[in-house]
């Protein structure tokens, strides 16, 4: 299977991979793959490269190690266009600390004039921390891990911190958490939502980003006296008029941005140029949706687009992201609104 891989990659000129680390009892794992496009057919495809222990302390300069020898061992350290990871501080710094030396870099050096004269702390250059034995491609955030700190980091801090919101919507989800809890443990709780709502409960998961806005979507679907019919049967405090009004604008807002979500996590069809059109698109309907909105709620819609501005700034401002959507035949130009960015 490597040697086939290796013979593929052979005939490529560009790849670009994945990397993530995880920990499972107590251990830590590296996992890579590769993405590429097949020249003949056009069609996406991807390879597992690496599932691989990594012992002691994950800290950037292992990462980057590990990284550059399974890049190196399939013959990728110069066909790859970039490497995407998740947001974590070390995968960060791994790629600031060894990221390829800039060409204006050479570019300014070669104008200096011939008469001055440059000095070199060989103290420092001899202790630097990227000892210029090998360099990481390109990074790039991954588009849905990022979305999913706006969605729940950037919400969240926003809820929490409105005096209109910060009450209830700790108390509404405390309510919601706990009919979660007891739906999910008890086979008696689990049946008795079955005979009252003639269904069942959607359960947030940590390993699928979309399932919280899922899971209080369904609830704000069930009618408020059901859900309090549940509530007294459970134990739990019954959800307020209040809190059942909050619930739904809640979801109305975060709707776009879960489906933009759904989008992002693609296994086939999500190309980069999916990014810069999903982003704009979403952008646009969160703010259709300020109109009309109880003072709980009023600002988050501004809030959220503001959040992604900020988290996807490098994305937004990138030629390279507005090339790959311009070339997508799905998008080509038609979701650009800017006349000039259109130009």
């Known amino acids: 299977m490597e040697y086939e891989l290796k013979k593929t990659f052979e005939r490529l000129e560009y790849v670009s991979t ?18 590429w496009i097949n020249p003949v057919n056009f069609s996406r495809e991807k390879a597992a490269l690496a599932c691989k222990r990594i012992k ?3 800290t950037y300069d292992v990462i980057a190690s590990e990284i550059e020898q399974v890049h190196s061992a399939f013959g990728l350290s110069f066909k790859i266009t970039a490497t995407v990871t998740d947001n974590g501080s070390n995968f960060l710094k791994a790629f600031r600390m060894y990221k390829p030396a800039e060409d204006t870099e050479s570019d300014s050096e070669d104008e200096l004039d011939d008469d001055e004269v440059t000095f070199t702390d060989v103290g420092q250059a001899l202790s630097s921390e990227s000892d210029g034995q090998f360099t990481l491609p390109p990074h790039l955030s991954c588009a849905s ?5 706006v969605s729940r980091k950037d919400v969240e801090k926003w809820l929490t911190t409105k005096s209109e919101s910060k009450t209830i919507y700790r108390s509404v989800i405390g309510k919601c958490s706990g009919l979660w809890t007891k739906a999910s443990r008890s086979t008696v709780a689990s049946e008795l939502v079955e005979d009252v709502i003639k269904g069942k409960l959607v359960v947030p998961t940590a390993t699928r980003w979309n399932s919280f806005h899922d899971a209080l979507s369904r609830i704000s679907q069930i009618a408020l006296t059901d859900l309090n019919t549940l509530c007294n049967q459970m134990g739990i405090k019954c959800i307020t008029e209040k809190e059942y009004h909050f619930l739904k604008e809640y979801c109305a807002i975060l709707k776009p941005l879960s489906t933009a979500l759904d989008i992002l996590q693609g296994e ?3 190309y980069y140029g999916t990014i810069l059109p999903t982003l704009e698109v979403l952008m646009s309907k969160t703010l259709a949706l300020q109109s009309g909105l109880s003072a709980m709620t009023s600002g988050l819609p501004d809030a959220i687009v503001k959040a992604i501005q900020v988290r996807f700034s490098s994305v937004l401002d990138s030629k390279d992201a507005l090339l790959a959507a311009a070339t997508l035949p799905w998008f080509k130009i038609l979701w650009i609104k800017d006349e000039e ?3």
Not at 18 to 35: E, R, V, Y
Not at 145 to 149: D, E, I, K, V
């Open 268 to 270: 086939d069809h999500c």
């Open 145 to 149: 891990h990022t979305l999913n700190l």
């Open 18 to 35: 994945t990397a993530d680390i995880w920990t499972c009892n107590n251990k830590s794992f590296l996992g890579m793959t590769a993405h």
């Open 56 to 58: 002691g302390r994950h």
């Open 341 to 343: 960015r259109r130009n």
